[in-house]
């Protein structure tokens, strides 16, 4: 790592060294055909371009992993929410169970006093005739 704090040091720096290898390339390259030349410029960029690709893939799944991690508290969250939601529903649910019933039974007991009442009446009735 270079000690500069100035952009243009580090590009610099870089053309550099990029000159460097085109003349390390020709001198390696001079005296070959251009058939190996051109195999090996496919190659070095082909190579170039899946470390590129590569380094690009492990960000895009670090960031999915912590979307991930995110999402999964956010559901943590939630379920606490919906368990609560569901407790209160079925607590409703017993209330009106309840409530229910007792309709039920009264109902039950007003019918059997109207009954009650009918017989009565049928009863004396039948006395007065």
Not at 31 to 49: E, K, N, Q, R
Not at 89 to 116: E, M, N, P, R, Y
Request: glycine residues 8%; charged residues 15%; aromatic residues 8%.
């Amino acid at each position: 790592m270079l000690p500069y704090n100035d952009p243009i040091i580090y590009f610099l720096f870089f053309i550099g060294k990029l000159v460097g290898l085109v003349k390390l390339i020709h001198l390696i390259t001079a005296h070959m055909d251009p058939i190996p030349v051109a195999i090996l410029f496919s190659i070095v960029t082909l190579t170039t371009t899946l470390a590129v690709l590569s380094i690009q893939v492990w960000n895009i799944l670090k960031e999915f992993r912590i979307t991930i991690q995110k999402m999964n508290g956010i559901l943590d969250e939630s379920t606490g929410s919906v368990q609560k939601v569901n407790k209160m529903l079925d607590d409703a649910g017993k209330v009106s169970g309840t409530v229910s019933d007792g309709v039920v039974q009264a109902s039950g007991f007003i019918s059997g006093i109207k009954t009650g009442i009918t017989a009565l009446n049928a009863v004396f009735k039948k006395k007065e005739e």
